[in-house]
């Protein structure tokens, strides 16, 4: 399917939306549709522009079919296992395929859309970390350099007064790079987690209901 009136759309940030130059409507079309040379017209600005919660559609739904382009088969997808594919901070990587065993995202799109799944996580995943608090986006940064201090600090006070300022600043740095690295992964982690919950609580979307 080809979008109507072409040159009058601008391709966004996302694949398989097009937005109208003159009244700013959104329009989506499946990705295979995008690729188009006359539809690279947009501006930096607009391909540059972050995406918000506010920029997601819902629609209702208990179940969700997806394409999977490896062995050319559809697969309807739904509760617990479709609250796991739309959350963008699940850890899962993919769903069972009959035919091929493990299907990963990036090989299932979207039948109703055609946008991948890895792409759809991204985006989603994107709009959330865009609309959280600059607290909730730096977390991972903040507890790496917290526990960072807080482990290389103890670490040279612990040896400054029987070993000397040499061994204390090598006990400083050593295992202040420890409690960097063990801070930022914990703070990825958590941060995930507290973008979650905003899903649920702040923004009242359910994942499974995001288009």
Known sequence: MQPDAAPD???TRHKNLRLHRETGELKRYPTESCVSDQHQLCSDLELNMPTTVDDLTCEPRDSRT????RCNTDLEIADNTLSFVTHPYSRVKGISCPNCGMARF???RWLDTGELLSDYRKRVGDAL???APKSVQRFPLILAVSLGLLSGGAGFL???DLAGLAIASFFFVFL???????????GYVSRGAKLSRRLQTEHKIDARHIT
């Open 9 to 11: 759309f601008a391709v």
């Open 158 to 160: 612990a040896t400054a």
């Open 129 to 131: 970390y865009n609309s």
């Open 106 to 108: 990036d090989t299932l």
């Open 66 to 69: 997806v394409h999977h382009d």
């Open 176 to 186: 202040g790079l420890i409690g960097l690295a063990c801070g930022f992964g914990l």
